[in-house]
């Protein structure tokens, strides 16, 4: 397999972790009840279209704002799997916050953003950047954004086959995999630092 290849699916699955579409799909569902198929089809384009116009100008301006303000790409990690862990936990522990509960019933805000793309996401982005380069990153978060959508559109019949109780057991799955990604970035961050100290 195309060391391309590799980092594209390496990358894709942080990122599928990190917007946790489970957690997102009920919240579509009730967002668009009474809608006509047409306003629904409307949030749902307008949704992925804002996460991916956020996501790659976040991506874009990440690197000026690391030097503006003199941030390591090692501390990034650090900061980052912080953050991360904390979105993980929050989620384990079944506290509720923008992420489940968002006001308002349009594609861009809330559902573009922050349920889409959100600080978890902008936050994976960046740090796989620096494991996966740019172009296997960005290709992983446009092939995610793409799998958004479809699960979107097919929103009613993947609750009605996994049911509520499916679909809150896989976010939780989600949540536990994305703390462990978050754990990972904090241990490569420090080993970096570390490693430049001993040198």
Same mark, same amino acid.
């Given at each position: %397999?195309?060391?391309?290849?590799?980092?594209?699916?390496? /990358?894709? $699955?942080?990122?599928?972790?990190?917007?946790?579409?489970f957690?997102?799909l009920?919240?579509?569902i009730s967002? =668009?009840?009474?809608m006509?198929?047409?306003?629904?089809?409307?949030?749902?384009? @307008?949704?992925?279209?804002?996460?991916?116009?956020?996501?790659?100008?976040?991506?874009?301006?990440?690197?000026?704002?690391?030097? &503006?303000?003199?941030i &390591?790409?090692?501390d990034?990690?650090?900061?980052g799997? #912080?953050?991360?862990?904390?979105?993980?936990?929050?989620?384990?522990?079944?506290? &509720?916050?923008?992420?489940?509960?968002?006001?308002?019933?349009?594609?861009?805000?809330?559902?573009?953003?922050?349920?889409?793309?959100?600080?978890?996401?902008?936050? =994976?982005? #960046?740090? #796989? $950047? @620096?494991?996966?380069?740019?172009?296997? &990153?960005?290709?992983?978060?446009?092939?995610?954004?793409?799998?958004?959508?479809?699960? !979107?559109?097919? /929103?009613q019949?993947?609750v009605?086959?996994l049911?509520?109780?499916?679909? #809150?057991?896989v976010?939780?799955? +989600?949540? !536990?995999?994305? /703390?462990?990604? /978050?754990? +990972? %970035?904090?241990?490569?961050?420090?080993?970096?630092?570390?490693?430049?100290?001993?040198?």
């Amino acid at each position: %397999m195309p060391d391309i290849l590799k980092n594209i699916i390496s /990358a894709f $699955i942080p990122i599928f972790v990190a917007i946790d579409i489970f957690a997102v799909l009920p919240i579509f569902i009730s967002m =668009t009840e009474g809608m006509s198929h047409e306003k629904i089809r409307a949030v749902e384009r @307008d949704s992925v279209i804002t996460a991916i116009v956020v996501g790659l100008s976040f991506t874009a301006l990440g690197e000026a704002i690391f030097n &503006t303000l003199s941030i &390591t790409v090692n501390d990034f990690k650090i900061a980052g799997g #912080l953050v991360l862990l904390i979105f993980a936990v929050l989620d384990l522990m079944g506290h &509720t916050g923008t992420r489940q509960q968002p006001a308002g019933k349009w594609g861009v805000v809330p559902m573009g953003v922050p349920l889409i793309v959100g600080p978890a996401v902008l936050t =994976t982005i #960046l740090v #796989l $950047i @620096d494991h996966y380069g740019i172009f296997a &990153t960005v290709a992983s978060f446009v092939i995610n954004l793409a799998v958004v959508w479809i699960a !979107l559109r097919s /929103a009613q019949k993947i609750v009605h086959i996994l049911g509520r109780g499916g679909i #809150l057991a896989v976010s939780k799955i +989600m949540a !536990l995999l994305l /703390a462990s990604i /978050a754990v +990972m %970035m904090i241990r490569l961050g420090i080993e970096n630092i570390v490693r430049g100290h001993a040198m």
